[in-house]
């Protein structure tokens, strides 16, 4: 199983600051297959990016993925008010199809 | 849109049938899935069936105990969960998976349901 680790656990920041948040496979992530989620209290996941960089449907362009391998970074730059809340990676390389425990941005 | 319904309050060892109502898309032509997640962790990928529903994939900690089954007729999403236990209380979201090519799928998520809860306890 791929073991993914975002760090770091809490980010706290201000609008208009630059986020990077990191995510770490315990093993290559097969064909770039790295997803990126936002996730707001007492909502479901939205997703953000997929393969490593494309943004999805609506999304930003100030929200950028990137990396290979084993080591991907979301870069959210000029941060908004509604950014602030829990980001997730996900590879979906390989079964099972894991998740990272999260990442939470918040108000400095 | 995608609108589960099902969940609730559990016995171990008890049974569930959560449903998933789907419109907006043309259902029977997407993969969907099951993902869960138990309270304050991440999300965790449960399973899933692909468009025409003759293939089923599973996680290791529910197989032989969960099926997914789908009913293209009815663009309806079900999850029979069998034989179950305190982790697996979560909140349980249907999930539509894209597109890769003409027949293939990724195992992201692409929309999301609000989610039901499960909560196994006595």
């Known amino acids: 199983e791929i073991v993914l680790t975002q760090s770091p656990g809490t980010l706290s920041l201000s609008p208009g600051e630059r986020a990077t948040l990191s995510c770490r496979a315990s093993?290559?992530?097969?064909?770039?297959?790295l997803a990126w989620y936002q996730q707001k209290s007492g909502q479901a996941p939205r997703l953000l990016i997929y393969g490593v960089s494309s943004r999805a449907t609506d999304v930003p362009d100030r929200v950028r993925g990137s990396g290979s391998g084993t080591d991907f970074t979301l870069t959210i730059s000029r941060l908004e008010p509604e950014d602030f809340a829990i980001y997730y990676c996900q590879q979906y390389g390989e079964s099972p199809y894991t998740f990272g425990q999260g990442t939470k941005l918040d108000f400095k | 849109q995608l609108l589960e319904s099902g969940g609730g309050l559990v016995q171990p060892g008890g049974s569930l049938r959560l449903s998933c109502a789907a419109s907006?898309?043309?259902?029977?032509?997407?993969?969907m899935s099951w993902v869960r997640q138990a309270p304050g962790k991440g999300p965790e990928w449960v399973s899933t069936i692909v468009g025409g529903g003759s293939a089923t994939y599973y996680a290791d900690s529910v197989k032989g105990r969960f099926t997914i089954s789908r009913d293209n007729s009815r663009n309806t999403l079900f999850l029979q969960m069998d034989s179950l236990r305190a982790e697996d209380t979560a909140i349980y979201y249907c999930?539509?998976?894209?597109?890769?090519?003409?027949?293939?799928?990724?195992?992201?998520?692409?929309?999301w349901g609000n989610g039901t809860t499960v909560s196994v306890s006595s």
């Open positions: 999930a539509k998976n894209p597109r890769r090519g003409s027949d293939g799928f990724y195992y992201c998520v692409d929309v």
């Open positions: 093993q290559s992530v097969r064909n770039n297959y």
């Open positions: 907006g898309f043309t259902f029977n032509s997407y993969a």
